[in-house]
């Protein structure tokens, strides 16, 4: 514990990027102790509601996501009107955690933290579209990313 508080923790943020921007992200949030907490398919299927009404309440573009047994990958990009990222996968992770709860799951849903990748060039939408979408194959889960209910496309970018 006291090794943890001496310990200054990387900030994993870019220094000088505007999160704000309407720029795309590729997001990585992870289960608490990567934990698979996502097994139940009800409980998978209120999580993707939950981004759904986040989404349309901030209204951050979602290209694609997919919610794996002990992660969620997301490719979205703010408004451009002062949310940030951050903030919104803050308000996600609350919201999704109260929602845990009624499933039985105590404590934390999420690590504290996210991964994130801003993507510099259009063209790299498509390669990580293409990885998110294909976990699930990946994994085992499906031979087709159309087939896992937990996965998909929902704003399209021009």
């Known amino acids: 514990m006291i090794k943890d508080e001496l310990i ?8 000088e990027h505007n999160y704000t921007e309407l720029q795309a992200c590729f997001i990585t949030i992870c ?14 299927q209120a999580v993707i509601n939950c981004l759904s009404e986040e989404k349309e309440k901030a209204s951050f573009l979602v290209y694609v996501y997919c919610l794996m047994p002990d ?9 451009g009107d002062g949310l940030s990222v951050s903030e919104f996968i803050g308000r996600f ?13 105590q404590g934390k849903l999420w690590q504290g ?18 990885y998110i ?11 087709d990313w159309r087939k896992y209910k937990y996965c998909g ?5 021009n």
């Not at 990748?117 to 390669?127: D, F, Q, Y």
């Not at 979408?133 to 031979?143: E, M, S, T, W």
Request: net charge positive; aromatic share 12%.
């Open 8 to 15: 200054q923790r990387k900030n994993p943020r870019l220094k």
């Open 153 to 157: 496309i929902i704003d399209v970018w």
């Open 113 to 130: 933290r996210f991964y994130d990748h801003v993507l510099r060039k259009k063209e790299a939408m498509i390669t990580i579209c293409e």
């Open 71 to 79: 992660h969620l990958h997301l490719l979205l990009s703010p408004p």
């Open 93 to 105: 992770k609350s919201k999704s955690t109260k929602i845990a709860w009624d499933y039985g799951i």
């Open 31 to 44: 289960a608490f102790n990567k934990k698979p907490y996502f097994a139940n398919d009800a409980f998978k």
């Open 133 to 143: 979408l294909n976990n699930p194959i990946r994994k085992g889960f499906a031979d």
